[in-house]
């Protein structure tokens, strides 16, 4: 079979990190994957920050918490990595773009060895002023909405098969 097609197939998110830092040129590697995706009309609208500093992401996270009223454990999963993709509001393609960015990072994270998980939080909570905050500290612009983020590290064990539930259908 295909080693991309294998690499696919393969792919399991993550909830479960090891205390290891993920380098700085795989970061880079993941966001040139994630500058890579489509994006309608080929606008490009989004921005991507990744965020490497452990302290800086609980921040986050603990801002997220009140923002929803989460649980107080709430920790975005305490990845060594957190990348944020970021949209103009005011883009017609805005979430979809990301998504598809998202799912470049997550291929990306696969192939390189390391795990990942979709953190969906931010895009409910990204306008609360305690969030806003530290979103523009981070480089957030304001015209911006966060539309997905990843958290990624090293995979503390190894998923176990994903059970598939949906089915498709071809019609000749």
């Known amino acids: ?37 489509p994006s309608g009309m080929n606008l490009q609208t989004w921005s991507f920050i990744a965020i490497m500093n452990r302290e800086k992401i609980q921040q986050l996270a603990q801002a997220v ?17 957190l990348i944020l993709t970021t949209n103009d509001k005011e883009s017609r393609f805005r979430e979809v773009d990301n998504a598809c960015a998202m799912e470049n990072i997550y291929l990306s994270c696969e192939a390189l060895g390391l795990g990942c998980v979709w953190i969906n939080q931010l895009k409910d909570c990204y306008d609360v002023p305690e969030v806003r905050k530290i979103l523009t500290e981070l480089g957030v612009p ?20 994903k059970q598939i539930k949906a089915t498709y259908k071809i019609v000749k």
């Open 142 to 161: 304001e015209n911006h909405g966060v539309y997905g983020s990843a958290a990624i590290g090293y995979k503390l064990q190894e998923s176990s098969p």
């Open 1 to 37: 079979m295909n080693s991309f097609i294998q690499l696919i197939l393969n792919r399991r998110t993550c909830r479960a990190f090891s205390e290891k830092d993920v380098c700085e040129s795989d970061v880079k590697q993941i966001l040139d994957c994630a500058l890579s995706s």
């Open 65 to 81: 918490r009140k923002a929803l009223n989460r649980d107080e454990n709430y920790n975005m999963y305490n990845p060594s990595v």
